[in-house]
């Protein structure tokens, strides 16, 4: 149990497109979803938590209007990077949690983002 | 502001011995610790974790302790096995987990044949 899984596994993107990243819980209702970005030999830092069916909370320094989140239902978010610039290249992980179960976060395998 | 702190980025330790991964905090507010395990280009894999109701807790080779005066936990996996061999990872949350989670920088457990 308790599977989250991430689409696309990579993906490579010119500069200023937009990519969508999806976040899917398999097998459990996911009431919050967090976002955090990796950068190589470094800390998870986390880019914003987003609750089912409002609005997402995002964490300092990190930009509302570039990187949409969405949470429009329980088992599915999206992140959307919106005119990605080389420095957005990074790996994105999604994490799930039931607040009706366990406080352990679940974590998606990621997305590697490289932008050129 | 670096408030969980995993001082060794890097750990070797002979197969079958004892891994011992340690992770230190500066928040009091800090009541759930958890610890991961993260394979390079992968997810972080939950492990177990501890409330600070708590001093330890056990699942199979996973041993959590939690030393809360000293603002401190540790991690240790006996026997230790090749596959053991990844970044561990650990975090931690206030109200018992049901807010964000807060991660160290990581260690990197090699475990030698």
């Known amino acids: 149990g308790a599977v989250v899984s991430q689409h696309p596994s990579r993906v490579i993107c010119k500069s200023g497109t937009s990519v969508k990243i999806e976040c899917r819980s398999l097998d459990f209702q996911a009431t919050t979803m967090f976002w955090y970005r990796q950068f190589p030999k470094q800390s998870l830092m986390l880019m914003a938590t987003?609750?089912?069916?409002?609005?997402?909370?995002?964490e300092q320094g990190v930009e509302k209007d570039k990187f949409l989140i969405n949470h429009a239902s329980l088992t599915l978010s999206t992140l959307t990077v919106t005119s990605a610039h080389p420095e957005d290249s990074s790996f994105y992980i999604c994490?799930?949690?039931?607040?009706?179960?366990?406080?352990?976060?679940?974590f998606g395998p990621g997305t590697r983002l490289t932008v050129l | 502001d670096q408030q969980v702190k995993q001082n060794s980025p890097s750990l070797s330790v002979q197969e079958g011995r004892i891994s011992i991964l340690n992770c230190d905090y500066t928040n009091s507010m800090f009541d759930y610790f958890l610890w991961y395990k993260k394979y390079p280009a992968e997810g972080p894999t939950f492990l177990i974790s501890i409330s600070s109701i708590k001093d330890k807790n056990e699942d199979g080779r996973f041993t959590v302790f939690l030393n809360k005066s000293a603002k401190h936990l540790s991690l240790h996996i006996v026997p230790s096995q090749p596959g053991d061999s990844a970044v561990y990872f650990c975090?931690?949350?206030?109200?018992?987990?049901?807010?964000?989670?807060?991660f160290g920088t990581g260690t990197r457990l090699t475990i030698i044949p």
């Open positions: 987003s609750n089912e069916g409002s609005k997402a909370t995002y």
């Open positions: 994490s799930a949690r039931d607040y009706r179960g366990p406080p352990e976060q679940f």
């Open positions: 975090a931690a949350s206030v109200n018992f987990g049901n807010e964000k989670l807060t």
